[in-house]
């Protein structure tokens, strides 16, 4: 049985979403049925799979790609349903201003709501028996609010007594920390702050004991065959090409600092690394996603 | 193009994670002391060796003056002290309770209430908070010409905009008075003083959250009471200084497709705010290598040059990827200027290396001072002088 949640995380700017998409879509392309999870995404991911935008509302976007861009606000209702049970007393108390207000102040509540989601689609099973997700991907938050969301069941069984959102903590906290359920990938480029994070994610993932997936490095640049920069050094002299040579010695400059960062990662980290490369398209899309596709699906098939 | 920051006291740089925000605010506030400034940059978790070069080795939450004659070396002369901080947001809102307190006794309690460090950590947008309520403090004090903001990665600038009043409503001493209070007290003495639609509301809640919970909450609520006053005024102020003339709005960004949607989004926000967008950055935008017409040419010297020819291969797909990158930096920074004729948008250069020290700040610096028509093209121009030059 392999891992049905996988977290995509890192810092801003790597290609968390992009990753998340393609992961997404390796899987339905094998034949599974797939959610993938926006937190507050404004409908990024939607012009990446060239579908009509996604809100709040789950939507099957292709056959067995189903996606939902989670606003905590509006998971709350679910969330709090869920708990209370009855409709009805949810409009005579959660709808009051002021018990908004108060909603508010449960420490963590909104984190604690979007895995509370998630953990419930987890566990969704059909009638047969047979999970309604074969895989949930996560598009999480940057590292620092991504480290927060993973902490928070911890955080709330910590400072909340007894109670059913104690108890809820308690299983989403389960959930996240089985190796065999959940499976968190990290996601860097080859820059200094993106191979910090990356770093900071793994250290934190084992202290919280959450299992670490395939190791997502992001556009990775091949190098130079090692003989073409000298070869090419008389077009310094000419005004016209001499760009050219600037470029690719900045490209290769780029590079090696580049590949020095990724050499700070850690041996296990290294083992379990994927390495994707920098496409360059004026519309980054769906034909992207798919050269990707190809490159991840084995990552994620364990 | 006039200094971005002329006629202005405060200067925001918005825009999502991972476009440079930090290094081009620090670039910025050079730039501001360069011409005679009195600056200070206020950034958000820098990368340690950009903090340790400004010389932010902790997270003092208090101003530092950055070494002139670090800066002097690394060729950027001051006319102007220019100074850093790192607000801290556990340090700030300690400092917010200090200062608006109506007694040490409460101020004791409050910062005692084991929920009060986790609702200081956790309340969404506190890092925005933190920023603006330290920046309302700095900027009050007098001491700079200029503060330059280095705003928290954001989706979307209302989150930022939205953080004093979200505050405010936060401690609404309503919340507690009319809903909360009656809870406590009846816990305490009889549920005869609370009525029975709100008893509903009590016993959901406690089923829902558990009583406990309730109850811890509720005190750290009252813990507050008699502060709302002095909490709401300094909002207020901090809601006029975000509004206000004296502060300009600098969207930080990059040509990569998602970026540019974003920086679209926060303009658009803002102009629904009555707000206007005083410039836009386009960071690590690259030149392009060479002009069209040489195409032929490069060809032509690439085959002479290059012997085995699994290596020419290499080597024109490195180039054309370059060429493609360039291509589409031009065309963003193009159709951007198209769409917005009234706000400068300047281009900085993609660098050689992570902006990490003052040498490569400096170098960011000076693509900034190049932007001087406003439409980009010199700073691109400038781009490709240094490109050239190094």
Known sequence: MSVRFRIVTGKGGVGKTTVAAAMALAATEAGQRVLLCEVRAHDRVAALLEVAPVGPKMREVRPGLFVVDMYPEDALHEYVLLTVRFEALYRAVFENRLVHAFLRLVPALPELVLLGKIWFHEREREKSGRPRFDLIVLDAPAT??????????????????????????????????????????????????????????????????????????????????????????????????????????????????????????????????????????????????????????????? | ??????????????????????????????????????????????????????????????????????????????????????PDVKRTFDELVERTATSDEQRRRILANPIYEQFARTLVGSQDYAAVEKLNQVYRSGRYDLIVLDTPPAQNVLDFLAAPSRVVTFFDQDTVRVLLKPYLLAGKVSTRLVNLGNAVIYRTLGRFAGGETLRTIIEFLLGFQGMYEGLRERSQQVQELLCGDELAFVLVGTTRTPQLHAMRAFRDTLAGQGLRTRAIILNRARPLPYASDAHERLEHELAARITETSDLARTRHALAEELALATQDAAALATLAHELPDTPVVSLPELPLDVHDLATLALLHSSLLAATDGRGESAAKAGERDRLGS
Do not use: Y
């Open chain 1, 144 to 302: 620092g609010h991504a480290k927060s969301l993973l902490r928070t069941p911890e955080t709330v069984m910590a400072a909340m007594p007894a109670g059913p959102v104690r108890d809820h903590a308690r299983d989403m906290h389960t959930l996240l920390t089985d190796p065999t359920r959940t499976a968190l990938h990290i996601v860097t480029t080859p820059e200094e702050m993106p191979v910090n994070e990356a770093l900071e994610l793994e250290r934190f993932a084992r202290e919280l004991g959450v299992g670490l997936g395939a190791a997502f490095l992001n556009q990775d640049v091949e190098p130079l065959p090692s003989a073409v920069l000298a070869q090419l050094a008389p077009l310094a002299c000419d005004p016209a090409l001499a760009g050219a040579l600037v470029a690719l010695r900045q490209r290769e400059h780029k590079r090696e600092a580049g590949a020095s960062h990724f050499a700070h990662l850690p041996p296990q980290m290294l083992e379990r690394a994927v390495r994707l490369p920098l496409l360059v398209s004026s519309q980054f899309a769906l034909g992207e996603l798919h050269a990707l596709r190809v490159l991840l699906s084995a990552a994620v098939s364990t």
């Open chain 2, 1 to 86: 193009m006039r200094p971005l920051w002329e006629g202005r006291r405060v200067i925001a740089c918005v825009g999502t994670g991972g476009v440079g925000k930090t290094s081009v605010a620090a670039a910025l506030a050079m730039a501001a002391a360069a011409s005679g400034r009195r600056t200070l940059v206020m950034t958000i978790d820098p990368a340690r060796r950009l903090a340790n070069a400004l010389g932010l080795a902790d997270f003092g939450n208090v101003e530092r003056e950055v070494d002139p004659f670090a800066l002097a070396e690394a060729g950027v002369h001051l006319r102007a002290p220019l100074w850093a901080m790192m």
